[in-house]
């Protein structure tokens, strides 16, 4: 496999981004507009070009026909955010540093990092440019993806708890670039995202399988002919606005499970399912062609900068798939990356790694490492165990994997646990783990049961069978107690129940077990009031309940949580309980000192009123 070499070749090229010193983008002349199509969730063995029949995807079928289609492209991470980086820097995700759907940090500002986005390169060649996204995942706040977009127009966040993130149409997301296309006189970059492939399945009427088929394969086919119509729309529309020579690229983030080895979507395990994803390019005086070489999303940065006439930037990772003449690159047997730090960083099971040259694939997931190969077993059926120069090769993968980020990351606010992929960001992790304590975890292969108990859970507790979400959740503690998600999302249960005195437990146990974040401090903190404005509780009660939350924030934020604007109005209100005014007058003033909004500053001014009231009551 020669694994080994591959990742000293990572690290050199690694090098010459460490070495940057001013690349300068040399104008090209007659600039092509540039495409660039990410369909969220797309299975490669959706399409009829990848052999599906009878097709569901006729528009991408007709550009596959006029394009190249390389049939054994994998993508750096089965995640919306960490898939994307990889697509728009062409670096690997150890090295763009968004490395989860809700990343410790955003990118970081050009200033302070040691690589350019596909955007800004082709801004600084005179482009205008814009991004046009589907799904509030991809928040500019949060991930710094909007780095050298003149528009960048989004999806608000979905409110705190919401059980999936906000979402439009495609439909909606194509009439949005079109129009802004339209005010163009130049060449333009276009990133278009669609989303709706992305569970729930939920496909407009005249596509949609009915709400019944939200969650199965019958529904998903049906958010895949709508996304292709989306794309057949958009397509339509370039030819129209007179961007028919465009240099376009339709890619998918990554795929879908569905089921196949007990996961019911993505982002957990590193099987084909989710990493092999459809890429089609299409350019002026490119001739159509099939490509079987295995290839990686890292590559369609370079690949459109080259097919449209521009310099590559020195950065590690990436290489065009066509040479300056734009016929196909000769490419060397070189492995493809991806992994996911999703499951640790949800339910602390093991981080997960893998690499695949040719057919063979090897996968690095905690104590039993994992060898498949694909010509004989396609479906990953038979996992062997790796001989003594194949773990030599996984060591090299997770060395690789723990180099450091090729900018400063400079951690923001934790987000809210909201959103259909169910991250926590609990402990605000970027790292991989050392391989000894990576081995000590359980692997996520052998918890999938573990994780549909847990979406049972989380179903029932949305739409309000409350005992029977407790009853499941309960059932996940057991059998996997160290779970913080789990006790987190039980604690919401409990507050459902209106059991607040347990629910305050259940989330001071969540963030003990590492959901370290603002959202579970404050949300034990409101549990904790909760109870002590219960008529029905004695005096002592009461006090021994404030005394735990004291307690708690003490521990909680001597563990090094970030402090956010909720959190201290949190802490104000308990100070006020306890009657302990000064304190509260200055988590106050901390609290307005942060961002906040206008729900927080009416906690705000409520606990200031009542402040002023309790100091006059107070005795002299």
């Known amino acids: ?330 490419t060397e047997r070189r492995p493809v990356y991806a992994e996911s730090l999703y499951a640790w960083d949800s339910f602390r099971w093991a981080q997960v790694f893998a690499w695949r040259v040719g057919d063979e694939k090897l996968v690095a997931c905690g104590a039993e490492p994992m060898v498949f190969h694909l010509a004989t077993d396609p479906g990953e059926d038979r996992a062997g165990a790796p001989d003594e120069s194949q773990r030599a090769e996984l060591a090299e993968l997770t060395r690789f994997a723990r180099e450091p980020a090729l900018g400063s990351m400079t951690p923001g606010a934790t987000p809210e646990p909201s959103g259909s992929y169910w991250s926590t960001g609990s402990a605000g992790v970027n790292a991989v783990l050392p391989d000894e304590e990576n081995a000590k975890l359980p692997s996520p292969y052998d918890r999938m049961d573990v994780l549909r108990r847990l979406n049972l859970a989380r179903t029932l507790l949305s739409v309000r069978r409350n005992e029977e979400a407790l009853a499941e959740f309960d059932e996940v503690a057991r059998l996997d107690p160290a779970n913080p998600e789990s006790a987190f999302w039980r604690g919401r249960t409990l507050e459902a129940l209106k059991r607040h005195a347990e629910a305050a437990e259940s989330c001071r146990r969540a963030f003990e077990l590492g959901f370290r974040s603002p959202t579970c401090v404050a949300k034990a903190l409101a549990l904790s009031l909760i109870v002590l404005t219960r008529a029905d509780l004695s005096g002592t009660d009461k006090s021994a309940e404030s005394d735990r939350a004291d307690r708690f924030l003490a521990v909680a934020r001597g563990k090094g949580f970030r402090d956010d604007s909720q959190t201290f109005v949190m802490e104000a209100f308990l100070r006020l309980a306890r009657s302990e005014f000064d304190r509260c007058d200055e988590a106050l003033r901390r609290a307005e000192s942060l961002p906040h909004d206008a729900r927080t500053q009416g906690g705000i001014d409520q606990c200031r009123e009542d402040l002023v009231k309790a100091r006059e009551q107070a005795p002299k």
């Open 1 to 330: 496999m020669h694994a080994g070499r591959w990742v000293v070749a990572l690290i050199v090229a690694a090098a010459v981004a460490l070495a940057w010193t001013g690349f300068a983008l040399r104008r090209a002349s007659a600039p092509r507009s540039v495409v660039l199509v990410t369909i969220d969730t797309l299975r490669a063995d959706r399409l009829g070009w990848y052999g599906r029949s009878p097709t569901i995807t006729p528009a991408l079928d007709a550009l596959a026909a006029r394009g190249v289609v390389f049939e054994r492209a994998w993508t750096t991470a089965p995640l919306t955010v960490p898939a994307h980086a990889s697509l728009l820097t062409g670096l690997l995700p150890p090295k763009h540093g968004l490395r989860l759907n809700r990343p410790v940090a955003p990118l970081p500002r050009v200033e302070d990092r040691r690589f350019f986005t596909l955007a800004e390169a082709l801004k600084e060649k005179g482009y205008a440019t814009g991004a046009f996204v589907s799904a509030s995942v991809l928040a500019r706040e949060e991930t710094g993806l909007d780095a050298g977009f003149d528009v960048y127009d989004e999806v608000p966040r979905a409110a705190p708890g919401v059980l999936f993130d906000n979402r439009r149409p495609g439909e909606e997301t194509v009439a949005k670039c079109l129009d802004w296309l339209k005010s163009q006189s130049g060449p333009a970059f276009v990133w278009v995202h669609l989303f709706d492939p992305h569970a729930p399945y939920d496909a407009p009427a005249g596509f949609g399988a009915g709400k019944d088929h939200a969650s199965d394969a019958t529904g998903y086919d049906a958010a895949v002919a709508y996304a292709d119509h989306c794309v057949g729309r958009l397509l339509a529309g370039l030819e129209s606005a007179g961007l028919g020579d465009a240099v376009v690229a339709v890619v998918s983030d990554h795929g879908e499970s569905l089921g196949e080895h007990g996961e019911p979507t993505h982002g957990y395990l590193l099987h084909e399912a989710t990493l092999r994803v459809p890429l089609i390019v299409s350019a002026p005086g490119l001739a159509p062609a099939r490509r079987a070489d295995v290839v990686s999303v890292v590559d369609v940065f370079s690949t459109l900068l080259s097919l449209a006439g521009h310099p590559i930037p020195p950065q590690a990772n990436q290489r065009p798939l066509f040479d300056a003449k734009s016929a196909l690159a000769e």
